[in-house]
């Protein structure tokens, strides 16, 4: 199913069944910084760049490092791992009712928008909190 049909309650059966709790993890969108967005924008043309910003996925926070999965189109998708000593620049922006995630993996600049308000969204902002509070569960 497609995102329009998933639920939150899937998200996080999905993080409890391969982790072991409901906790640890966001539901963000795919974000672009400035510069890529106008260059995919201009390049590559308008209907890319919107289909490729509204890219959802699942994070999920350990002390190994940071595990994503793209459920934009399914929730069957498998977790991809980011181990935390292979992540570079890891910053947080809080912008009203969002934050934006920052990080370098392997070079590559990776961004993420965590919303806090939508149905999808629900439980974002506490779990994000609690989140922050342990430094992102990194050791």
């Given at each position: 199913m497609g995102l329009l049909f998933n639920d939150k309650k899937e998200f996080s059966d999905k993080v409890e069944k391969i982790f072991?709790?409901?906790d640890n993890y966001l539901v963000a969108f795919k974000a672009n910084d400035l510069k890529t967005g106008l260059a995919k924008l201009m390049i590559i043309g308008g209907l890319f760049y919107t289909m490729d910003s509204s890219r959802t996925f699942v994070l999920?926070?350990?002390?190994?490092?940071?595990?994503?999965?793209?459920?934009?189109?399914?929730?069957k998708r498998d977790f991809y791992l980011m181990p935390w000593?292979?992540?570079?620049?890891?910053?947080?922006?809080?912008?009203?009712?969002?934050?934006i995630i920052s990080l370098r993996h392997l070079g590559k600049k990776v961004m993420y928008e965590v919303d806090f308000k939508g149905k999808i969204f629900?439980?974002?902002?506490?779990?994000y909190e609690e989140l922050k509070s342990k430094d992102w569960n990194r050791i």
């Open positions: 072991g709790d409901r999920y926070f350990s002390p190994k490092g940071l595990y994503e999965s793209e459920i934009s189109n399914s929730t000593n292979e992540i570079e620049e890891f910053e947080v922006d809080e912008k009203n009712n969002k934050a629900e439980g974002n902002q506490e779990r």
